[in-house]
DNA sequence: TATACTAAACAGT
DNA sequence: ACTGTTTAGTATA
């Protein structure tokens, strides 16, 4: 049960408030004047629930005009000198709708930013509605609830804004977060939506399922709520770019939709969104990493949460104000991701990852750091090379704690070279038996992540020796720079 | 024209 | 039945 809004201990929504108007660093609880100085119209406001018979009735423009107009005449009639005040009368002083000025998206928004967690299920925004705007008091019922639900439902879908987490402790629906981005546009673009539909067509390929794949990323277990510090570890993301900025909407390919997705689609993407450092890599490589690439899209994703989560004043914030692409557009967008990252003029980031590492959440860190490097620019054997060493100094440096904070990538490149007993050739664990992705459950790519990662380095050591035995000893200058991390 | 509300078709759980 | 995603018609600023 949404226990999480009897806990926040939020009072009521101040019918008149203006989101729009309220500075980002703002928490939502509002001063509230008069709150129910609006008296909730009755059940026949202004979306009175006109009879609706047939499926779409010839003329269904005519019924919702009526039942607008009629809004518009109660709320003059019943918020008139009230509320007007309330904030940003769009236009007359009068209500936009029947609840006030705002739209269905700023009630929504203000639900989660309201709520412990910043997050909510549907239904518990639905039950925040219910209970804090005046309006909708009356409305909870599954009879009169019917309209204003579906627009509740269709504006989370259509917003930007506004951000779909899987929800697998719960086994019920998704949460939903604001976007750290805010959404900028508001609604999709057409490239959003493209990008949006595909995932969908790609998640129903696979079913996300698998539980704890991710180990916990631990966002910020204040709560009181649902997920004890316990369940959150079966929390993975799935993320729809709806964000329409820039990078971001490309890039924004944020839906992980769980393990095992057909890499057919960031392919697809690819060339659809333009190239990017997998391009050049080997297509058996290619189709490798794309797979790892699936996993990092759920892996990447936690940040913006956890920046959501984390108090607004901690630098990590600067990633969602940043211009810098949001990890949620993660995946398909390394080349800007890895900027973002890693880019030494990129202040924020230090501080972010910093905040970040110090804060209660670090898992998303260490996932989205490490899962990131295979993407790195560039080709192939570049990449490769970054995978190998770069990351690792960054990683350490930072001081994480292994256990802790690097279950899976950073594990592996902490013990890079596994001992060959314990690591036969076939595709076994190397080593602690860590939750296992079920990819894709074809028989030949059902790897581990950290595996294979871990065999990534082992490759790589090979390419090394191989490099070091042929090429190198042909003496032609080839300069390699390994950090001494190992 | 951009936003927003409402309705409804559909698909997945 | 509930969730989510989309499409479409309409209203309003």
Redesign the pocket.
């Known amino acids: 049960q949404s226990s999480v809004m009897e806990e926040s201990s939020v009072p009521p929504i101040d019918p008149d408030f203006e989101p729009q108007s309220r500075p980002r660093s703002c928490t939502w609880p509002l001063p509230r004047p008069e709150i129910s100085a609006v008296k909730p119209e009755g059940p026949e406001g ?2 009175a ?2 009879p ?1 018979p047939g ?3 010839p ?3 005519s ?3 009526a ?3 009629r ?2 005449e109660v709320e003059a009639g019943v918020v008139a000198g009230v509320g007007a005040v309330g904030a940003t009368p ?3 002083s009068s209500r936009r ?1 029947a609840w006030g000025n705002q ?3 700023d009630l929504i928004s203000q639900a989660i930013e309201n709520s412990p967690e910043k997050r909510l ?3 518990q925004i639905y039950e925040w509605m219910v209970k804090t705007v005046p309006y909708f008091r009356d409305k909870g019922d ?1 009879n009169s609830s019917a ?2 639900k ?2 509740i ?6 917003h930007n804004k506004f951000l ?1 987490v899987h929800n697998e402790s719960t086994g019920k ?2 949460w939903w977060m604001l976007n750290p981005e805010g959404g900028k ?3 999709m673009d057409n490239s959003s ?1 493209l990008l ?2 595909r995932m ?1 067509a790609k998640q ?1 390929k696979n ?1 996300p399922n698998s539980s704890q794949q991710f180990p916990k990323w631990g966002v910020n277990s204040s709560s009181p709520s649902s997920r004890g510090s316990l369940e959150e570890a079966d929390m993975w993301t799935s993320f ?1 770019p709806r964000t329409s900025s820039n990078a971001s909407t490309v890039s924004g390919r944020l839906s992980p939709i769980g393990p095992g997705q057909e890499d057919e689609d960031n392919l697809g993407e690819e060339s659809l969104l333009g190239r990017y450092a997998a391009g050049s890599l080997a297509p058996t490589l290619t189709e490798t990493l794309m797979e790892e690439l699936d996993l990092i899209d759920g892996l990447t994703f936690p940040l913006p949460s956890a920046s959501t989560l984390l108090p607004r004043g901690s630098g990590f914030t600067a990633f969602a104000g940043n211009k810098a692409p949001l990890p949620q557009c993660g995946p398909k967008d390394p080349p800007a991701f890895s900027n973002s990252i890693f880019n030494p003029h990129n202040s924020h980031v230090p501080s972010s990852l910093e905040a970040l590492l110090t804060s209660d959440s670090p898992p998303p860190s260490d996932v989205l750091m490490t899962q990131v490097d295979p993407l790195m620019p560039g080709p192939g054997g570049v990449a490769l090379m970054a995978l190998g060493s770069k990351p690792s100094p960054l990683l350490v440096g930072k001081g994480l704690e292994p256990n802790k904070v690097a279950p899976m990538a950073l594990q592996a490149q902490m013990h890079p070279p596994p001992p060959p007993a314990a690591a036969p050739a076939a595709p076994v664990a190397p080593a602690a038996p860590r939750q296992q992705q079920h990819l894709s459950q074809g028989p030949a790519e059902r790897l581990p992540t950290d595996l294979d990662i871990d065999m990534f380095t082992e490759n790589l050591d090979c390419d090394v020796d191989y490099i070091i035995n042929s090429d190198l000893m042909d003496g032609d200058g080839i300069d390699f720079n390994f950090d001494p991390v190992m």
């Open positions: 202004p979306m629930p006109s609706p499926r779409r009735p003329t269904r423009t019924r919702r005009q039942a607008r107009v809004a518009r769009r236009k007359g709708n739209s269905y998206a299920t549907l239904a599954t309209g204003w579906n627009s439902r269709h504006n989370l879908s259509l779909r629906s998704s546009t508001g609604t939506k949006k539909s969908r129903t079913s729809r």
